[in-house]
């Protein structure tokens, strides 16, 4: 309890009611969800609140406001922050059951999730081991793979040492990738 002044005179009263009697209303949260970004966050601040955004990747049109936390009609300290969560497009275009292959970091060949896995692992440093020590190293010097490995040849340059099983997979990949993005 508190003791507060009204009207000349002193009353006991909780926290929830000095705040109301001396003007530190709180705010009820508007409805955001479902309207544009511009128009949750002019609500937001007319209600004295804070907008804090989060993006979401998502099918429905970029900068719509999908979600908020807390829910509207919450009562709130002024200020307060309120989560959006806010579209955005997806950042991949493969179908589903594809993902990229990622040789490096821009490559965007879609391929099967044991296709990528293969990929970080034969990426791996600990797996260059396939290479032959230099020295001698071998014909190609430090990028000679041991015997049973070839390069993988994902893109022109790629010297990484990779199984024949994947060097043969690896054209075949680079040629179906645009029959495994989405539309």
């Known amino acids: 309890m508190h003791r507060f002044r009204k009207a000349g005179r002193f009353q006991n009263v909780t926290f929830r009611q000095a705040a109301s009697l001396s003007g530190m209303q709180g705010t009820e949260v508007p409805q955001v969800a479902d309207g544009t970004l511009s128009q949750a966050v002019e609500l937001l601040e007319k209600a004295d609140l804070q907008p804090k955004i989060q993006t979401v990747e998502s099918d429905r049109i970029p900068d719509t406001a999908l979600t908020q936390d807390p829910s509207a009609g919450t009562n709130v300290e002024r200020e307060s922050l309120v989560s959006l969560g806010v579209a955005i497009e997806p950042a991949d275009d493969y ?82 990738a645009d029959s495994h993005r989405a539309p």
Do not use: H, M
């Open 95 to 176: 179908l589903p059951g594809y993902e990229y292959r990622l040789v490096v970091p821009d490559d965007e060949v879609c391929v099967t999730p044991e296709s990528a896995a293969q990929v970080l692992v034969d990426n791996e440093e600990i797996t260059q081991l396939r290479r032959k020590p230099n020295p001698p190293g071998g014909p190609y010097g430090i990028n000679t793979c041991l015997q049973g490995f070839v390069w993988r040849d994902a893109y022109n340059g790629d010297q990484i040492c990779v199984t024949g099983e994947t060097r043969s997979r690896t054209p075949q990949e680079n040629a179906e």
